[in-house]
């Protein structure tokens, strides 16, 4: 089970923490990631980061802006949001699950999904 804190109302060019903490365990080609989807759109990738070893991935979009991170003894991923744009509002979604790395964009491969949180920024 995830489930997902830190969403919220803020202005452009602010920043926002969100949190989802894991109550599973981590198994091999363990991922977590971080998906995004605004009202008319399709669900989008956003950052993610491999348990073994932590390299992360980042959408083009938020490079520079957002950084994924993670905490090992807590099973738990953060998203910092830095600079935020009106662009960036959307519910966000946690997912995690047994991923190959070639795949960690891709939310079809994820079988645990956190509820959502969301994510408005104001011009």
């Known amino acids: 089970q995830l489930v997902e804190s830190g969403g919220g109302l803020v202005q452009a060019g602010d920043s926002l923490r969100l949190s989802c903490a894991s109550s599973?365990?981590?198994?091999?080609?363990?991922?977590m990631a971080w998906f995004r989807q605004a009202p008319g759109k399709e669900r989008e990738f956003v950052a993610g980061?491999?348990?073994?070893?932590?390299?992360?991935y980042n959408q083009d979009s938020v490079k520079g802006r957002f950084t994924i991170s993670r905490d090992n003894a807590k099973i738990t991923v953060y998203l910092q949001m830095n600079s935020l744009k009106p662009e960036d509002t959307a519910v966000y979604y946690c997912?995690?699950?047994?991923?190959?790395?070639?795949?960690?964009?891709?939310?079809?491969?994820?079988?645990?999904w956190g509820q959502g949180t969301q994510v408005t920024v104001s011009s």
């Open positions: 997912a995690a699950g047994s991923v190959l790395s070639s795949s960690i964009p891709n939310a079809r491969v994820y079988n645990s």
């Open positions: 599973g365990r981590t198994f091999t080609n363990y991922a």
């Open positions: 980061i491999r348990w073994s070893g932590g390299t992360t």
